[in-house]
């Protein structure tokens, strides 16, 4: 029997403010503990928190770049629940009325788009840590987090496949970080999701009963989570059995889920509009002040790097990945206008230097306009491709600009004849056999006779030079 896997996801992204949600306590990631808080974020009695309009207008940007509706008026809730990193015992969020719904969010999936459907973006603020001691029955409770604030993206479950699960979480992260609005760091928790899965007969309309899986903490760790319910919850299907709706934890180090609890529905939150905090309203002037203040988002300049710049799509793709990355690319054609030299160098040389180093873009010890002065050698014919490699290299070692390395390092192609004739004789001289069997049809060989006098020349000579007199003597 064939199942049909339905997913939806609900991701958490910390938003980069200063300061928190509701107080003026800073949002430092690994300050000592207990060290950012206040009597607002602390849930002390009679105070009143304050909503910080910075929160709201990031949420508004996110909104827009996903075709959701900014909703005139939006009501914070309380949602009430106990847990020991929770001081006030409830935690403010939105229910009813959220600040953003029904947009979508397109992926590329297998050569075709998808469009995933946004059901709604809220704001609420986040509860704090518990450490728990690994020697013993202790735990203990860090409030640092508290109060700082989340945007909540729920999407419908239009998720097919855990493939499609995690595309649908690149691209969502990578807006957020070109809207510079949230770093995505899976790894500090500012970037977090609970997946929602369920499976159907094939060709039936009716969703199964879902689980909610929790503490997915990579990419990796979505995909690989989604897989295995999937597969659980098919068993439990073909063995007659049923599919209990409940919330499982991941466990990474045993490659499964397990029963964290019983899922709550929302009346066992008993949610209510929480009375120190007034309805927010946004006008028009507000929504108009954050799209001017919106960038160029990836999918168009994707299709801009297609349309202008004659790359393919998987280059495009690649460039745009992230906004330093694409903003590195065109610095480096600004100062060298041959986009697709300067796209294979970034994708292929920069980004494995980068990647052996442990390096993002931010951090790359070649800048832009290093790499374009390599380039242009290496166009005026100054140095040939293998030196470009040599230089590369001591580019990143050094600093040091290709143009003076080159100097110091002498490293100037040799295009005069006069110099490398009497070596390309020296070369044929020495391999009458292959002469012989290069004119006797295997043209292929010239590439064999190259090799040779670039090794003499220690990769000096001009190769299209090199190439025009070896033709011109082998006949």
């Not at 020991?84 to 050569?111: F, W």
């Not at 295995?228 to 990474?252: F, M, S």
């Not at 990836?298 to 495009?316: H, I, N, S």
Request: glycine share 8%; with cysteine.
């Amino acid at each position: 029997m064939e199942f049909i896997p339905v997913i939806g996801l609900e991701v958490h992204a910390q938003l980069k403010t200063r300061t928190k949600i509701f107080c003026g306590c800073a949002t430092a990631f690994g300050a000592p503990p207990n060290t950012h808080t206040c009597p607002v974020c602390l849930g002390m009695p009679g105070v009143l928190p304050v909503l910080n309009k910075k929160v709201v207008d990031y949420t508004i940007k996110m909104a827009l770049a996903t075709g959701c509706t900014v909703q005139p008026e939006s009501r914070f809730a309380r949602k009430n629940y106990f847990y020991p990193d929770l001081p006030k015992g409830y935690q403010i969020s939105q229910y009813e009325l959220p600040i953003a719904t029904d947009g979508h969010l397109d992926i590329d999936i297998d050569g075709r788009t998808l469009r995933i459907g946004i059901t709604r973006i809220h704001m609420e603020e986040d509860a704090g840590k518990l450490i728990h001691d690994p020697d013993r029955p202790v735990s203990r409770v860090d409030l640092n987090r508290t109060g700082v604030p989340l945007m909540e993206i729920v999407s419908e479950p239009d998720i097919r496949s855990p493939e499609a699960a995690g595309e649908y979480l690149r691209q969502l992260r990578t807006i957020l970080r070109y809207l510079d609005i949230s770093d995505g760091n899976m790894e500090e928790g500012s970037f977090r999701c609970d997946a929602n899965v369920s499976i159907m007969p094939a060709g039936s309309t009716q969703f199964g009963t879902r689980t909610e899986v929790k503490n997915l903490n990579s990419f990796r760790n979505v995909e690989k989570a989604i897989v295995y319910e999937i597969a659980r919850q098919k068993e439990i299907l073909l063995d007659g059995g049923e599919v209990v709706q409940e919330t499982r934890l991941w466990q990474p180090d045993k490659g499964r889920t397990d029963s964290m609890r019983g899922k709550e529905d929302a009346h066992d939150y008993r949610y209510f509009p929480d009375p120190d905090l007034l309805p927010l309203v946004i006008d028009e002037d507000w929504i108009e002040r954050m799209q001017k203040e919106m960038p160029e988002l990836p999918a168009q300049r994707k299709t801009r790097y297609v349309e202008t710049f004659g790359l393919p799509v998987d280059d495009a793709r690649v460039l745009t990945a992230s906004r330093a990355l694409a903003d590195y690319f065109e610095a480096c054609i600004a100062l060298f206008d041959q986009p697709k030299p300067v796209a294979n160098w970034i994708m292929g040389d920069l980004l494995g230097l980068l990647h052996a180093q442990g390096l993002d873009i931010g951090q790359s010890p070649i800048s832009p306009e290093h790499l374009a002065g390599l380039l242009k050698l290496l166009d005026q014919d100054v140095i040939s491709g293998k030196i470009a490699k040599t230089v590369f290299e001591a580019m990143a070692e050094t600093g040091k600009p290709a143009k003076r390395i080159v100097a110091e390092k002498g490293l100037v192609q040799v295009s005069d004849t006069s110099a490398i004739d009497p070596i390309v004789d020296e070369i044929i001289a020495a391999h009458p056999d292959e002469v012989q069997r290069y004119q006797d049809g295997q043209k292929k060989l010239i590439g064999f006779f190259v090799g040779q006098v670039m090794k003499q020349t220690r990769g000096k000579a001009n190769p299209k030079v090199v190439n025009e007199i070896l033709r011109g003597k082998l006949g």
